[in-house]
Structure formats: C-alpha cells, structure tokens
C-alpha cells in the first residue's frame, strides 16, 4: 500500500528510510525503506521542505534527470507512427496499382484459341440436326476455299444467328463449323463483355475482334448474345448504359468488316424476340438457322450417340425411348441416359437396364417424387383425384397417349400425378383445334369433377390447383388469342408487350374498351362452367368403376396404364 506525503515525512524522521531519489519531471520520489522495499510517492511540485528534512536527518537523497529517457520514448512514439504511415500509404498504392491492372485485364480476352480440341468436333457428332447443318455447310466451304465465292463475285454472310431452345446444340453446331473446316475458334458468352467499369465491355469487343482478324480466317462465337443484344432504349426511362455501349461497339465492328476477310461471327440465343433490330438486319447478321427441339428419328441419333460410352442392355431399345421422350432437347437426352448410369451403379449393376431407364426418365419428367400422405382419407381422396381425370381422358378423343398413373407426386404438387405423352404430330406441326384445346380443359377438370361427385361440392379440396391454371390458361388462349370464342375470329391479346422495365405498366393498357373485357372475362368463365359440367356428365354413371380403381390405386400406389384402359373398356362393354 503507497504511504502518504505526510507519513513520508514522520518516516524520514524516524530514521525508516535509508535512501531517497528524486525526480523533478515527475513530481515524484523511490523510496527505500530499511526493510528493503521500495515505494513511489507523490510530492509537491519543487519540493524544499523533503530537500530539509532529508539533509536534516542525513538521508541520502539523489536527483535523477529522465530528459534523455523521455527524449528516447518520444522518438520511438514518432518514428512508429511515421512507420504505420507509410506502410498504409505503401499498401493503398499497391492496391490501387492492382486495381488498375485488373481494369485492363478486363478489357483483354479471357478465352484461348484451342485447335486440337476445336478438331475432334465435326458434323458427325452433330446428331439430329441434319437440315441445319446442311445449312452451315456452305460456311465450311468458304472458310476452306473462299476464292469459289470472289470468283462469283458473291460475299459470305458476316454473322449467323442460330435460335433455339436451351440444350439443342447451338453451341455444338459452332464448334463443329471450326472443326470441319479446321480454323480456330474464339469462343466467349456475351455477360463477360460487360463488367463494372464503363467502357470496359466496348474495349474487350475490340480486342476480341482485333484477334479474330488476326487468325482470319476464324470463326467468333458470342453465346447468349441477348445478354447485351437486347433493344436499346426499352422500357422506363431507356438508357445509356454499360450493356449499350458494348451493343454500339460490337455493332460498329460488325459493320467494319471488310469483304470476304474470312471472320465468320456466329451467335446463340434463345430470345431472339428481344433483340435490338440493328443487330439482326442484313449486313451484320444476315443468316437466321432455327434449332428446333429434335423429333423422334432424331433423338434416337442422339440416344445412339450418348450412348457409345454406356454398356446398355439388350433390351434397351433406343427407338422405343426416343417414342417416350418427346419434347427433349439433346441436353436432356444425353442427361436421361447419365441418370440412367448413375442409377446402375448406385445399385451396383454393370450394364444399364429398362429399370434404370425408367426411373431417369420420371425424374427428368416430375423431378424428386416423394411418397404419399399416411392419412388413409386424404390418401383416398387424391386417389379420386387422380382417377377421375384419367378416365376423362380415356372418355373423350385426344392424341396424347395414358402413360403413368401414380400416387407419388413431386415436391411442392399436392396430389399425385396423371402423366400424358404429347402427341408428336401435334408438337410438330404446331396446329391446335378448337376441339383439341377444349377437350384438355375438359380433362384438367376430372379431378374437381370426381370430388364433386364422390364429396359433394362443398367438400371439394385444392388438390387439383395446377389443373385449375391451366384451365384458365387455356380457356384465356381460345378466347383472347386464337378467336375460338363467341367474341368472333378476332385476336385480342397483343404480342408486342414490353419485355423490360415498366412491362407491368404498359400490360395494363389494354387496346379493348372494358366492355370488351368483361366480356373476355365472361367468355372465359362460360368455357370452365360448361368444362365442369361436361366432365361430371361423363364420371356421373362410372362411380363404381371409380371406386374399383381408387381401391387399386391406394393399394398399390401406382397402376399401369393398360389395365386402367383394359377396366375402362370391360366396363363399358358391360353396361
């Protein structure tokens, strides 16, 4: 415990202290005792009297001068900090030295020029895609030979734009023009032209082009070029931004391409509604090849060409898969026979069979199914559900074929699933009758039409939501947009909606008169009542029939399309 000033001063006199060093700059003195402890103590700012009493009492009292120990301190105190300073002001210059290396880093070309890979694709590995690649055969030619066409005085088109869905090749068809006519290949999505920083996108455009002509000839292939393709100035309040910079840039380039140089630019997308007219007028994109989604004859080329790599057994006929798998692109086909493997050797087989088949084709068709509900009442009255809008179905004329009857549903769906295989006619040609269309209403409302019948209308449950949308989907398609309605042959839901900002605003102003509206509305309305009431005419005198396949259903969970058909009929030639 520290002693006091005035117990310091009865200790001196007491003969307790035996040494005393003072200093001056701190006001303070070390003290030391006879017992040999030593104590820091407050004094008064020059202090005469413990100067007397020290000489007084002979105690012996030293003056330290801690001057060069402070000067010392304060030196290391200024020089750390001038060390922090300029280690921060070091760092920050490195920093901003990288981020300006990285701003032209971001205008130069990421992607490489590879040649050996470019060659091992060629038309052969396009399956399914014949008339298209017949199409962009005449490109090889040029790039091998281009003086066949300046002989003709003919030029080659600067740009081909292929559009299709997602998965049909675009890419691959690409690939393949380099591959067949064995030039390079500079490949890049059209987002990795845009960046933070403006004017970055503009720079790389110039730079990519500055390489292709350097290779020349060559093929520039812009992925997803909607990306920055999209119409200028769309939408509220237009722009001047990065995106449209980098569209003006690759518009520039495109035109400055001098005849016959051998630069071939060739872009994908699949929202060729959205691009800029610029971009798509003769002179820069001259050449539009659709890549529609394969039919049958071609998907079994792509099924054999996936599956070279793929023991299949003997009973896998790929043909009758191609039959059940209608709608597919390339990428879901090559992605139906991975699951496939992928189930093989997760049950430890070495060849891949029917099974494994089926169980890749559900899941590409419905995703992760999860088991029904516990509840036996709930269970039953899904089971309804399901029954009742596949012997609708069955009741009326459609193309579209019964495949899958089951109580498995996927995740998010309410009730159970009641699969149809489009008819491939009808996808091909494209053309829907009246009839067609309202027969799928029909059917969309066998499930609500069995619970009315079995619960009664009051006990109806939302289990058949998804049907329901669909009904007015449908129903909204025959009147606004293909005339098959009471209002006349007339089409009143435009095409040219906004598809940018503010398409919510420009949605909304309709070119009707609300008379006409309500009218739409009341057309619509009219189609679903007389849907429902049609559906419960055929179900009213088949609830047995209802009952003996809801009791298969429950119990087994899944029933095979056949022997619904099978009962349907044996039922009908009973009664």
């Known amino acids: 415990m520290s002693k006091s000033y005035s117990q310091l001063l009865r200790d001196i006199e007491s003969g307790e202290i035996i040494s005393i060093i003072l200093i001056p700059n701190r006001r303070e003195v070390i003290v030391e005792f006879i017992n040999g402890e030593r104590q820091l103590i407050p004094i008064f700012y020059n202090d005469q009297k413990i100067l007397r009493i020290s000489e007084e009492y002979n105690v012996p009292l030293t003056v330290r001068d801690i001057r060069s120990e402070q000067r010392l301190a304060n030196f290391i105190t200024g020089f750390g900090l001038t060390l922090i300073f300029v280690l921060s002001l070091s760092f920050l210059i490195r920093r901003s030295s990288k981020l300006l290396n990285n701003m032209q880093k971001f205008s130069g070309r990421s992607s490489q020029v590879n040649e050996d890979d470019i060659k091992t694709y060629t038309f052969d590995d396009v399956a399914g895609l014949n008339e298209e690649s017949d199409e962009l055969k005449e490109i090889v030619t040029f790039l091998r030979n281009p003086q066949i066409l300046i002989d003709l005085g003919a030029k080659t088109p600067k740009g081909v734009l292929l559009v299709g869905p997602p998965g049909t090749g675009k890419t691959l068809l690409a690939r393949a023009i380099a591959g067949e006519a064995e030039v390079p290949f500079f490949s890049i ?17 110039r730079d990519l ?46 035109d400055g391409f001098e005849a016959n140089n051998g630069v071939i630019v060739i872009a994908a997308t699949n929202r060729p509604d959205i691009l800029d007219q610029a971009l798509t007028r003769p002179g820069r994109f001259d050449r539009r090849i659709d890549v529609s ?8 080329k792509i099924l054999t060409v996936h599956a070279r790599s793929k023991p299949l057994c003997d009973s896998v006929n790929l043909m009758d898969w191609a039959s059940k798998t209608p709608g597919f692109s390339g990428a879901d086909l090559q992605n139906l026979l991975n699951e496939a493997a992928i189930y093989a050797a997760r049950n430890g087989k070495s060849f891949i069979g029917s099974i494994e088949m089926d169980n890749a084709l559900d899941k590409a068709r419905f995703g992760l199914l999860t088991k029904p509900l516990s509840d036996p009442n709930k269970k039953r009255q899904i089971a309804y559900q399901i029954i009742g809008k596949t012997l609708v179905s069955l009741l009326l004329p459609s193309q579209d074929k019964l495949e899958k009857i089951s109580l498995f549903k996927s995740l998010g769906d309410l009730s159970g699933m009641t699969y149809f295989t489009p008819d491939e006619e009808t996808i091909d040609s494209g053309l829907l009758t009246r009839n067609y269309i309202y027969n799928k209403i029909v059917i969309s409302l066998g499930a609500r039409a069995a619970e009315i019948i079995i619960f009664g209308s009051k006990e109806v449950t939302q289990g058949s939501q998804k049907d329901l949308e669909n009904v007015y989907f449908w129903a909204n398609q025959m009147v606004t947009k293909f005339g098959f309605s009471d209002l006349g042959p007339v089409a009143y839901d435009s095409e040219k909606d906004s598809i940018f900002l503010g398409k919510g605003i420009m949605k909304n102003r309709k070119e009707y008169s609300q008379r006409t509206s309500k009218e739409i509305d009341n057309q619509i309305i009219s189609i679903a009542n007389k849907a429902i009431k049609d559906a419960i005419n055929l179900l009213s005198d088949k609830v047995f029939l209802m009952d003996t396949l809801v009791d298969e259903l429950v119990i087994n969970e899944t029933l095979e399309s056949e022997y619904v058909i099978n009962s349907l009929n044996s039922y009908l030639s009973n009664n």
């Open 293 to 300: 989604l394969p039919n049958r004859k071609a998907r079994h």
């Open 189 to 205: 999505s059209a987002s990795e032209f845009v960046e933070m920083f403006v004017g970055v996108g503009a720079g790389r455009v």
């Open 209 to 254: 082009f500055k390489s292709a002509k350097s290779k020349s000839p060559c093929i520039v292939f812009i992925d997803e070029i909607d990306s920055i393709g999209r119409q200028r100035g769309a939408g509220i309040g237009g722009g001047n931004d990065e995106r449209e910079q980098t569209l003006n840039q690759l518009l520039t380039e495109l």
